[in-house]
């Protein structure tokens, strides 16, 4: 008998979990993200703009903001509405139950509330995706929705004490996208709901605009669902999310504002050890040391640090070397 739900774990799925959890691990930037609301609110706003983007809302990310903060904006009445449900319901993560279909039900209300009909309720008529007029994916039938995913929610409540989360949330997502249970709202559920599990996992996750990059590869995220639907497994799709979950880990570990943000919270002997690097431009331990009174094993332990976290870098050829130099990251 085939397992349910089909797909089998892949050498790229290892070394994608292997990597995030080394980066989740390091999370220097992480402890900032969470004590700053400025930036988990422009993370948050990001994942809302680029959800809804993929799904045609035609508001730009500077709109979907200006909506959020209650200021008047022009555009399709319908557009405004969906910032404000997604926003409404993006802020309700540290509420749900990711395992509980009442919840998914509730959530799916407040994401389509005044946009869909049948707004939290499972589709009661047959459909399909369309590419023009042609039909390139007929959904499962209407009478077979509540039992796929009553299937489907039975399924993860097993599977979260044996499968990784990273693993689970991506196969919950590509099987909800396949049974396609609401009429409308599907895409923008399948991606919070991912959210939801990770976060219920590591709350990080909720900063974490992985929709941004979904949006950049939508493409990819729309080739990796048919090529699964074709192939009958959700391998491809697996893959290519914990892809850009490892890439949205790197553009945030990269991102500049919240390396200043970073750089406000370190400690004092952290401080003056970049200090000291930004004033001698490239410098070695031992100068450092000498320079800032700090014991040998405290600066070499803080290097390492700052190296992990990308703040500074080794200078060329000195990576092997005994008598490293270091500087600030460009």
């Known amino acids: 008998m085939e397992k349910y739900p089909p797909y089998s774990i892949t ?3 290892l070394n994608y979990v292997s990597d995030i959890m080394k980066k989740i691990g390091e999370a220097n930037y992480f402890e900032s993200l969470s004590r700053y609301p400025e930036l988990r609110r422009k993370t948050r706003i990001r994942s809302i703009h680029s959800s809804l983007a993929i799904e045609n809302n035609q508001l730009s990310l500077f709109q979907v903001e200006d909506v959020i903060n209650g200021k008047m904006v022009i555009g399709e009445q319908k557009d405004v509405q969906e910032v404000k449900n997604a926003y409404k319901a993006y802020d309700e993560i540290d509420n749900i139950n990711p395992y509980s279909i009442d919840d998914l039900k509730k959530i799916h209300g407040i994401m389509t509330f005044l946009t869909v009909e049948d707004s ?11 590419d023009g007029d042609v039909v390139i994916f007929m959904c499962p039938p209407e009478n ?4 796929l995913m009553e299937q489907l929610f039975n399924w993860m409540k ?4 044996t499968v990784h989360p990273l693993i689970l949330s991506c196969i919950f997502h590509y099987e909800f996208v396949f049974i396609h249970p609401f009429t409308d709202g599907n895409g923008r559920m399948a991606r919070l709901w991912q959210t939801a599990i990770l976060a219920n996992w590591e709350e990080l996750f909720k900063y974490m605009p992985i929709e941004s990059l979904i949006k950049k590869n939508q493409e990819e995220y729309y080739k990796a669902i048919s090529d699964c639907n074709k192939s009958g497994n959700s391998n491809e799709f697996i893959e290519f ?4 979950i490892n890439e949205t ?13 970073t750089l406000v919270a370190l400690s004092e002997n952290e401080q003056k050890i ?6 001698n431009v490239i410098i070695g331990a031992k100068e450092i040391i000498e320079k800032t009174n700090i014991s040998d094993r405290t600066v070499r332990r803080i290097l390492k640090k700052l190296i992990d976290n990308g703040t500074i870098e080794i200078v060329g050829n000195t990576v092997n070397s005994p008598n490293k130099k270091y500087k600030m990251a460009e």
Not at 158 to 161: L, Q, V, W
């Open 11 to 13: 050498d790229k799925m």
């Open 120 to 130: 939290g309720k499972f589709r009661n008529h047959g459909e399909a995706v369309y």
């Open 144 to 147: 077979m929705v509540n039992q």
């Open 158 to 161: 097993e599977a979260k004490e």
């Open 241 to 244: 999310m914990l892809k850009m």
């Open 249 to 261: 880990i790197d553009e945030m570990v990269n991102s500049k504002e919240l390396k200043e943000k």
């Open 274 to 279: 970049l200090e000291c690097i930004k004033k």
